[in-house]
């Protein structure tokens, strides 16, 4: 009588165990990195939101662009950072030109290009973690801050609303809520905007 030699080759239930802890752990992995990436997106993201929203405000008044019946703003056109609220609006300064703080929108005009009406919320996973002035020599902080630009030029006016100092620079620090990772967009007197890692 001949023997057949039957030798079936297949995964134990160690090997089955084994393999499938390592997919796991792949995927715990991959969906953990995943989620960093996504955060960091959102974060260059609205630093590179911000910026463009800032040169929106510096070429309506490069373009004397009107604000509703108002005309063309007194003050030009610029930006609002308030830290505590995690927001920035931008805005058209209805007040004579030098004068400090800003003219909110008027919700009943519609219509316009643009009438400052929309108030941009940072991401629920990100805040304004400083608006951090400086004059050269000295930095200082502030809860609120504001970037105007006057036409025709546009001069850039920096303006820390707790005091009347001079400015020549504003830095924006975004910040991821849950780690230390940051963008910083910097804003200075020349109304050049920059995105800083």
Not at 78 to 87: A, I, Q, R, S
Not at 104 to 119: A, H, R
């Amino acid at each position: 009588m001949i023997r057949k030699n039957i030798n079936k080759k297949a995964f134990t239930l160690i090997e089955l165990l084994v393999s499938m802890s390592v997919i796991a752990l792949i995927t715990i992995l991959f969906i953990a990195n995943y989620n960093s990436a996504n955060k960091r997106t959102d974060l260059i993201m609205t630093a590179q939101t911000m910026t463009s929203d800032i040169h929106f405000a510096q070429s309506n008044a490069l373009g004397l662009v009107r604000y509703g019946i108002y005309g063309v703003p007194a003050g030009g056109w610029g930006v609002y950072f308030d830290k505590d609220n995690n927001t920035y609006t931008v805005f058209a300064d209805l007040n004579e030109e030098g004068t400090m703080g800003y003219k909110e929108y008027d919700p009943n005009l519609e219509g316009n290009v643009f009438d400052g009406s929309i108030i941009n919320k940072i991401s629920q996973d990100l805040e304004i973690d400083s608006l951090v002035f400086s004059n050269g020599t000295a930095t200082t902080s502030a809860d609120t801050a504001i970037v105007s630009f006057l036409p025709p030029d546009p001069k850039t006016n920096i303006y820390n609303p707790n005091n009347s100092n001079d400015y020549i620079e504003l830095e924006i620090h975004l910040k991821e809520k849950d780690s230390e990772k940051k963008q910083i967009v910097k804003v200075n007197f020349l109304g050049l905007v920059e995105v800083i890692d």
